[in-house]
């Protein structure tokens, strides 16, 4: 491999490494700000007798706070979809240039493990959110 070819395919591995671990760390920023967004709001409700007291004699606002909860997780799950399916192209390519092992860099995947886990907790969060709201009105 001649030198410049050798710096191209260095640029690509170092523009993919920079982007693989970006998505993965906002990944994972945005799946516990969700998490923690969703812990709070049980919290309150859980512990707020005003508004549950509301919501109790406001059926329309407790639909449309259960709504938006599940709205609001829908759409994190589709961004959480977007980042897993950016993380697959990244090392993928990777891969493909071979310009170092991939020991060196799949720690910064995120994996369908990773990704199961984030969405599914948060999905529980959510429908606990939910049924709270529901069920408590």
Do not use: Q
């Amino acid at each position: 491999m001649t030198e410049t070819a050798e710096s191209k395919v260095r640029l690509e591995f170092d523009l993919h490494i920079s982007h693989l671990t970006s998505t993965h760390v906002a990944f994972i920023n945005d799946t516990s700000k969700v998490a923690g967004f969703l812990l709070l709001a049980l919290g309150w409700y859980a512990t707020s007798g005003d508004a549950r007291d509301f919501l109790a004699v406001t059926p329309m606002m407790t639909n449309l706070a259960a709504v938006a909860i599940a709205s609001a997780y829908l759409l994190s799950v589709c961004a959480s979809w977007v980042a897993y399916r950016v993380s697959a192209n990244a090392i993928r390519r990777l891969r493909e240039l071979d310009y170092l092992p991939p020991s060196a860099y799949e720690g910064r995947v995120l994996g369908p493990i990773t990704f199961a886990a984030c969405v599914g907790g948060n999905g529980i969060l959510a429908g606990l959110l939910i049924a709270a709201l529901l069920i408590g009105s």
